[in-house]
């Protein structure tokens, strides 16, 4: 009987050591995000913001960690309406991402903890309607660069929750994840 045991701990033990973390080199993954805060500038009522994020594994850096290069999109605006005029300002940023992954949790293989600087572009809309003329401009469009950092945690092989912190269009996205 203790042999028994000995055998099944230890092939569950070398499961463990072995199992595989979710982000590999030749991964992709993608997040869908919603995010609350925001350094970006309005007034009145804000539209919820929306992210959409895609990294893929790169390079294996040798011990627990890969490199992954990728893309983000994100959307949000502001509209206030009073005392005869209305504004309207609203963010789009466009940015290239690399990240480091760390796979050093071999305990917990469907954990993804990563970090990452995202080069980013803000373009920005602001109109002005009421008396007087009308205004558009691109006032407060510009290049960034931004840190982040987060998480994903995968239910199954292919799907996941994740937030992260840092510069975007918001200062917490948190959504779904996919692995392709």
Same mark, same amino acid.
């Given at each position: $009987?203790?042999?028994?045991?000995?055998?099944?701990?230890?092939?569950?033990?070398?499961?463990?050591? %072995?199992?595989?973390?979710?982000?590999?080199?030749?991964?992709? $993954?993608?997040?869908?995000?919603?995010?609350?805060g925001?350094?970006?500038?309005? +007034?009145?009522?804000? =539209? !919820?913001?929306?992210?959409?994020?895609?990294?893929?594994?790169?390079?294996?850096?040798?011990?627990?960690g890969?490199?992954?290069?990728?893309?983000?999109?994100?959307?949000?605006?502001?509209?206030? &309406?009073?005392?005869?005029?209305?504004?309207?300002?609203?963010?789009m940023?466009?940015?290239? =991402?690399?990240?480091?992954?760390?796979?050093?949790?071999? &305990?917990?293989?469907?954990?993804?903890?990563?970090?990452?600087? $995202?080069?980013? %572009?803000?373009?920005?809309?602001? &109109?002005?309607?009421?008396?007087?003329? !009308?205004?558009?401009?691109? %006032?407060?469009?510009?290049?960034? +660069?931004?840190?982040?950092?987060?998480? =994903?945690?995968?239910?199954?092989?292919?799907?996941?929750?994740?937030?992260?912190?840092? %510069?975007?269009?918001?200062?917490?996205?948190?959504?779904?994840?996919?692995?392709f």
């Amino acid at each position: $009987m203790k042999k028994t045991i000995f055998v099944i701990l230890a092939v569950f033990a070398a499961t463990v050591a %072995y199992a595989q973390q979710p982000f590999q080199e030749g991964t992709t $993954m993608a997040n869908l995000g919603i995010g609350v805060g925001t350094s970006l500038n309005g +007034l009145g009522n804000a =539209r !919820p913001t929306i992210s959409i994020a895609v990294d893929h594994g790169f390079w294996d850096v040798g011990g627990p960690g890969v490199i992954s290069l990728g893309g983000y999109v994100g959307n949000t605006g502001y509209k206030y &309406s009073g005392m005869g005029y209305t504004s309207k300002w609203n963010y789009m940023v466009v940015g290239v =991402r690399g990240a480091y992954h760390y796979n050093g949790f071999p &305990s917990v293989p469907e954990l993804d903890l990563y970090g990452g600087l $995202m080069l980013a %572009y803000n373009f920005v809309n602001y &109109s002005f309607d009421g008396s007087g003329t !009308p205004i558009s401009n691109s %006032y407060g469009s510009g290049l960034g +660069l931004t840190g982040f950092v987060g998480a =994903r945690y995968f239910f199954t092989d292919n799907f996941g929750a994740f937030a992260e912190l840092g %510069y975007g269009v918001s200062a917490l996205n948190v959504g779904v994840t996919f692995k392709f």
